[in-house]
């Protein structure tokens, strides 16, 4: 019975998700926009519609806590402490360095060229500043749901079962909005693994949401996988495979760290 009702909430979650996602999908295509295209992305309506779903989403997760679950939002983890911010900032220092340094030595073996170094972003600063904040409510936004909600539900069932159906799961979510191709999808499920792991070691909902947006950030910023407001404008920019090697190391990287300043500690997870 137990098992029943935790596929039963997990399946409706995902069913009024689905339905915001084709909601969201449908007002930004009114607008004129596509999200498989990249420079779509990041117009300002695009980003105003996204940032206006996700907060709906977070609010529809607080709804079901409540009123289905009987917990406030806080049962998820909204606590940040000195800890946690050493973690962030060593995590965030070997993911942007690993970056960094995969874009130099590719660059060094010809399999990457760089056309540019920017040293600014030159007259769009604000529109910077947007995307970040939209970024980050994003992140935010699927923290609460696929490592949040998903650990509330599954974890008494073993943190394998959390693990692997909330790697998953987040895995599949990104069909909905993005091209799809193999290495895409590894990149996906490896850092659902990841951003699971630490929510679990840290208990806490803005460090892993933190975790995510610098993930984000160095994808758009040194990769310039959003085709716009990169730092580096490339000839030839990192290939797929290569990409997919970025993330698995800074990946196994970033867990290590976890694991080291969280492991036997109380901040591990426990509904």
Not at 93 to 122: D, N, T
Not at 152 to 164: A, D, E, K
Not at 210 to 235: C, D, M, P, T
């Amino acid at each position: 019975m137990e098992i029943f009702q935790a596929a039963l909430q997990i399946l409706s979650v995902i069913v009024l998700s689905v339905i915001l996602s084709v909601m969201a999908l449908r007002v930004i295509r009114a607008a004129g926009a596509d999200l498989r295209n990249l420079h779509d992305r990041n117009r300002p309506v695009v980003l105003s519609i996204a940032a206006g779903f996700n907060l709906l989403f977070i609010l529809m997760i607080a709804l079901i806590l409540r009123y289905w679950n009987h917990h406030t939002l806080a049962v998820l983890g909204l606590t940040l402490n000195v800890k946690d911010i050493c973690f962030l900032i060593i995590a965030f220092v070997f993911m942007l360095g690993l970056a960094i340094f995969f874009i130099f030595f590719l660059q060094r073996r010809e399999m990457v060229q760089i056309s540019k170094i920017r040293r600014s972003f030159g007259n769009a600063g604000a529109g910077i500043w947007i995307s970040v904040i939209v970024l980050f409510i994003a992140a935010l936004q699927e923290e609460f749901l696929f490592r949040g909600y998903f650990a509330f539900v599954l974890l008494p069932f073993g943190f394998y079962v959390g693990l692997l159906v909330s790697a998953a799961v987040f895995t599949l979510w990104h069909f909905l909005t993005n091209s799809v191709h193999l290495f895409q999808v590894v990149d996906w499920f490896v850092g659902g693994l990841l951003l699971f792991l630490i929510y679990y070691l840290s208990g806490s909902i803005w460090v892993v949401a933190l975790v995510h947006v610098g993930r984000n950030l160095i994808n758009v910023f040194v990769f310039g996988i959003s085709a716009s407001n990169s730092l580096i404008e490339y000839k030839r920019p990192i290939a797929p495979p290569q990409k997919t090697l970025y993330t698995i190391s800074s990946s196994f990287a970033v867990a290590l760290t976890g694991l080291f300043l969280y492991h036997s500690s109380s901040s591990l997870i426990q509904y």
